[in-house]
């Protein structure tokens, strides 16, 4: 179990369907007070449309379910005062939504939007907020070199962005199969 002091960012990550949101999710729910769940998923589709709704009803009603796609650090930053644990998932979805809104030259915005986040996560461990924050991230990086520009700079742009959540964070998790191995703290 994470043992949790006010307040703490605990990364996890892993590889697609690794058990990572699982993980963050049992471990988050163990805290007492109010929880919110920070979805960055954006329903487009009709699959997409029953994914969210499996997990909502794996949260059930002790978790209220913030959307947002884009603007997620203003959130972290608006609603930390409100519960006692956040938990976001996930962040390479997030950073596909910015690309997403920049066709064509998204590394500036990108790099700022990194940037920002960071400084949240560095401001949320500063503050007098009584909540803990999970961040949840895909590890794109132990496969094949992707065989376009814009993967590949998908994969760079997670990979930096998976750094320096895990520099700030105070507990680092790698989920393989369902398995947690704690790598930081």
């Avoid at 007070?33 to 998923?41: R, S, V």
Wanted: proline fraction near 4%; charged fraction near 30%; hydrophobic fraction near 40%.
């Amino acid at each position: 179990m994470i043992e949790t002091l006010f307040p703490k960012v605990i990364f996890i990550t892993g590889g697609a369907r690794s058990g990572k949101s699982s993980f963050a999710l049992s471990e988050a729910s163990k805290i007492s007070g109010q929880k919110a769940y920070i979805a960055t998923a954006e329903s487009l589709d009709k699959e997409m449309d029953e994914r969210i709704r499996k997990h909502r009803e794996e949260r059930g009603n002790e978790w209220d379910t913030l959307e947002e796609p884009v603007a997620m650090p203003a959130l972290i930053q608006k609603v930390s005062r409100r519960y006692s644990v956040l938990l976001v998932d996930c962040l390479t979805l997030w950073l596909s939504n910015i690309i997403g809104s920049r066709p064509g030259n998204a590394q500036p915005l990108v790099e700022e939007e990194i940037g920002r986040f960071v400084r949240v996560l560095s401001d949320f461990k500063d503050s007098t907020a009584r909540s803990s924050l999970y961040v949840v991230s895909n590890e794109v990086g132990m496969g094949i070199v992707p065989d376009n520009r814009l993967a590949r700079f998908f994969r760079d742009m997670a990979g930096r962005l998976n750094q320096e959540v895990a520099r700030v964070a105070d507990e680092v998790y790698l989920v393989v199969s369902g398995i947690p191995l704690k790598v930081k703290g």
